[in-house]
């Protein structure tokens, strides 16, 4: 047997694999950038419910910004579209509208060169509003949108050709601006000077290293501190130390009253040897006390100091992460095919690292859908045995008692049942059953009561069966009223074969006739929609947990396609695809326990 599950479980991978590339399609089809969608046909990139770094942080997180299949940013070019991008990026909305006109008539070289990567952006329109005077200042909108996402999207692999402009000596201040602005698009988070809400030691060097390049700059600007004071700050330091919750740790450090002046301190004690809580409290109290570190943007009019400045920082960043800017030739080769957007989500779903949610929570895809798990299992399992339990003997009743009223009887409520949808029946009983007209016997939303937490488990048990009948029953009617016909159907088949009426024939017990002989043959067409039940019930407990209020696997698909939370989504797709060929796979062991005749020995002989 175990060589046939194993066998089978191998047999899922091409599978699986073609789920792949299905959740892949879903997320190509769906509606792109945001920042696109935005600008529209007037060009305009408006404003979205997230700041655009906190989408470009979800974009970098779901690989949107990588080539679809192949990657070969690895070995492209980067200098003169950088140069077009960085002079854009310098221009104001205005400049951009007198550039177009010059671009209409582009004779020299540079504006031939700028006019070709615009036409490289693809945006919409380009050629025809080019050559309209009337629409070059929608035009200059969407270029200034389509320059970012550019940027945006080129990534980590066009910061070596930026850096280049920055030390250009050549180069004018409007070229550094442009250069700096376009960095500030490629990379997000360049520096790192803080922890993560679970802090490890991997992220030490990167938060050492940032703040080591702020103390650097500023050290001059703080007195050092005299010995009273460091032992006072030492003691309200030490027991913050114990507290790790960034929630509570943040309110202690309001009560601890840090101040600027302190500094010192605390510049000690995360850039010495010390442990990691001191260095995760030391790294938090100095982020809370100074909002912006490093300056890694300038605005279009910067002054030549302030760009000179932030074009140290920008250096500064790229000489400590040479080795991911400059990857090793055998890197570049292997990535061409493992860098993509199809690579990363294949990654994901074989190792169910689903990632974030793309909703403004970025809650981890896992937890969700773990959370979701929770609450429809039971639900699923109960129905399924209420299912099971009812059916299989009314169809039994049926197929014994066939044309005899009670077969017509069952024969109609079934028929009644199985015309009637689950979210029907789910609001007919929510009216009847929990509105107070005419009865108000079951609550209408959740799983619990107010205060279940704080439940035994007995009166929780209790709550919980109460709250779930009415779930329960919906989920179950439609597919019990199927079931117990297909149980007939299949009954009624057996019955009149040879050896149920040779073994009537010797004097057998009509109940071993039945449950003995017919029952265990019948069980084999039942036990085949096993695989399609569950799946099926899945799907319909999207309007059954919509009506109840049950935070299920059905409303969260639900609330993932109206959201258009894809990472989600694809996860959903991906685990249905896990249960439906489990489901089979079960349903094939399950054949071996009701017929001794079917045996996995002489699977795939002669």
Same mark, same amino acid.
């Given at each position: ?27 190509? +089809? ?41 990657? +070969? ?51 919409? #329109? ?12 929608? +035009? ?121 002046? #302190? ?37 279009? #009019? ?27 030739? +055998? ?276």
């Amino acid at each position: 047997m175990w060589t046939y599950v194993i066998r089978r479980i191998v047999a899922m991978i091409p599978t699986l694999f073609g789920v792949t590339v299905v959740s892949f399609c879903i997320m190509q +089809l769906a509606p792109g950038d945001p920042l696109m969608i935005q600008a529209g046909s007037a060009g305009g990139a408006g404003e979205s419910t997230q700041t655009r770094e906190a989408f470009l942080v979800q974009k970098r997180d779901l690989k949107l910004d990588k080539p679809l299949v192949i990657n +070969l940013n690895y070995y492209r070019d980067f200098a003169s579209p950088m140069k077009s991008a960085a002079y854009f990026e310098a221009r104001s909305i205005d400049q951009v509208r007198e550039d177009v006109a010059v671009l209409a008539k582009a004779a020299d070289a540079e504006s031939i060169a700028r006019l070709a990567f615009l036409r490289s952006l693809k945006i919409p #329109d380009f050629d025809s509003s080019l050559t309209n005077p009337d629409k070059h200042g929608a +035009l200059a909108r969407k270029i200034q949108t389509w320059v970012q996402i550019f940027c945006e999207d080129t990534g980590a692999h066009g910061v070596p050709a930026t850096i280049a402009l920055l030390d250009a000596t050549e180069g004018d201040l409007h070229q550094k601006i442009g250069a700096i602005r376009c960095l500030s698009r490629m990379v997000v988070a360049p520096f790192v000077f803080t922890y993560s809400s679970h802090p490890s030691e991997a992220e030490t060097p990167k938060v050492v290293s940032a703040w080591k390049e702020w103390w650097r700059k500023n050290e001059k600007k703080f007195p050092p501190l005299d010995e009273d004071r460091r032992q006072a700050l030492e003691r309200k330091f030490t027991p913050l130390t114990t507290e790790l919750d960034r929630s509570t740790l943040f309110t202690r450090l309001e009560e601890a009253g840090f101040d600027r002046e #302190d500094m010192p301190f605390l510049a000690g004690k995360l850039l010495s040897s010390g442990s990691l809580p001191e260095r995760f409290v030391a790294a938090v109290t100095m982020k809370l006390l100074v909002a912006q570190p490093l300056r890694m943007d300038v605005p279009i #009019d910067a002054r030549p100091e302030a760009v000179a400045d932030v074009a140290e920082n920008w250096k500064v960043h790229y000489e400590s992460n040479s080795t991911e800017y400059h990857p090793s030739g +055998l890197t570049r080769a292997v990535r061409v095919l493992t860098d993509t957007q199809y690579a990363h989500m294949v990654v994901r779903l074989a190792t169910f690292n689903f990632g974030r949610s793309a909703l403004t929570t970025r809650e981890p895809v896992s937890e969700r859908i773990w959370a979701a798990v929770k609450v429809s299992a039971p639900l699923m399992l109960l129905s399924q045995a209420l299912i099971y339990l009812i059916a299989v003997p009314l169809g039994v009743v049926c197929a014994v008692r066939r044309g005899r009223p009670a077969d017509y009887a069952i024969s109609l409520v079934l028929f009644m049942l199985y015309s009637m949808p689950s979210f029907i029946v789910g609001m007919l009983c929510l009216m009847a059953l929990c509105y107070g007209k005419p009865f108000k016997w079951f609550p209408m939303l959740g799983l619990h009561s107010e205060g279940a937490a704080g439940m035994t488990w007995g009166t929780w048990l209790v709550d919980y069966g109460w709250h779930s009948i009415l779930p329960v029953i919906c989920l179950a009617l439609f597919n019990l009223a199927g079931l117990a016909m297909y149980s007939r159907s299949s009954m009624l088949d057996v019955l009149g074969q040879d050896y149920i009426r040779t073994a009537r024939a010797k004097g057998v017990r009509e109940f071993h006739v039945i449950f003995k002989h017919a029952l265990r043959n019948g069980l084999i067409p039942i036990i085949t929609l096993f695989s399609s039940f569950l799946p099926a019930m899945l799907g319909g407990s999207v309007l059954v947990e919509y009506l109840f209020g049950i935070p299920g696997m059905g409303r969260l698909s639900f609330y993932s396609i109206e959201q258009k939370d894809f990472p989600t989504l694809m996860a959903l797709i991906y685990i249905d695809a896990i249960v439906v060929m489990l489901s089979i796979l079960l349903s094939d062991l399950l054949y071996v326990v009701v017929d001794p005749r079917i045996s996995f020995s002489a699977t795939g002989e002669g």
